[in-house]
């Protein structure tokens, strides 16, 4: 066997591996549903999952999270088994029985990272600034826990910009080597037309309140029809998977925290 068999070979393994596992994964709360592991003198669902499977407690931990979520939700169950409980967990919180349908497209067509972006921006309250006032406004996302601390704090008077004095004075300086704008084969953009659009966000991502760097190239108006560069929009890598995904609806959903600097 040559090394280009042996290793096509070893792909087709691991792929066929990897779908059948999730597959598996999906009929555990089931088996556990009708105690069929315990007929068969294992002691619980894990050791069954372990040794029958080669799957880990976390993997079974997160499958019966995800079953309580979904039971509910006929489109997301049917696709449980191809997916995986790794991208159906990044959006069983948001998932109800009027948008279970949408979900269960964006988890079959979406990367996790995107997913999980998605997912964020959903779940993100909107905190209203109050008008007037010297101030600068930054728009980030942060866990519950910590937005209630924040909160807190301003309760006692305190102000959130002596707290990120702080905590900026505890971060080491490092120069950060911007990414380059990828370039697209199917659609050449001038290279001047991309220079004027990443100097309208500084080099950043169009979205609101994302601070990444842009590193694709969004036609507002698509290539394929308008064959126009006119209206380009930067975009992060995430940004411009969800654009593509939701109609360029994401500015009309995009959510995030909100905080005052005095």
């Known amino acids: 066997m040559d090394d280009k068999k042996l290793w096509n070979l070893g792909l087709s393994y691991g792929k066929n591996a990897r779908a059948w596992t999730k597959k598996f994964v999906a009929l555990l709360p089931d088996i556990a549903k009708r105690e069929l592991h315990k007929k068969h003198k294992f002691q619980s669902i894990y050791e069954y999952a372990a040794k029958v499977g080669g799957v880990r407690r976390r993997t079974v931990e997160y499958v019966f999270q995800i079953q309580k979520h979904i039971e509910d939700k006929p489109a997301l169950k049917e696709i449980l088994p191809r997916v995986g409980v790794h991208k159906m967990r990044t959006i069983v919180t948001i998932a109800t029985k009027e948008n279970q ?131 380009l929009k930067p975009l992060c890598q995430d940004h411009h998977e969800l654009e593509h995904q939701s109609n360029s609806t994401i500015d009309q959903r995009f959510r995030q925290y909100k905080m005052q600097f005095s």
């Open 101 to 231: 349908k949408e979900l269960a497209q964006k988890v079959q067509t979406m990367s996790k990272p995107a997913l999980e972006l998605y997912a964020r921006e959903q779940k993100a309250p909107k905190l209203e600034i109050p008008p007037g006032g010297d101030f600068k406004t930054l728009s980030f996302q942060v866990e519950p826990e910590v937005e209630l601390e924040l909160r807190k704090l301003k309760e006692k008077g305190e102000t959130f910009n002596d707290v990120m004095k702080k905590l900026l004075a505890m971060v080491p300086k490092k120069k950060v080597r911007p990414r380059e704008v990828r370039k697209s084969k199917s659609r050449p953009i001038p290279a001047q037309k991309k220079r004027e659009a990443l100097a309208k966000t500084n080099g950043k991502c169009t979205i609101e309140g994302c601070n990444r760097p842009a590193t694709e190239i969004h036609h507002k108006k698509p290539w394929a029809k308008y064959k126009s560069h006119d209206e």
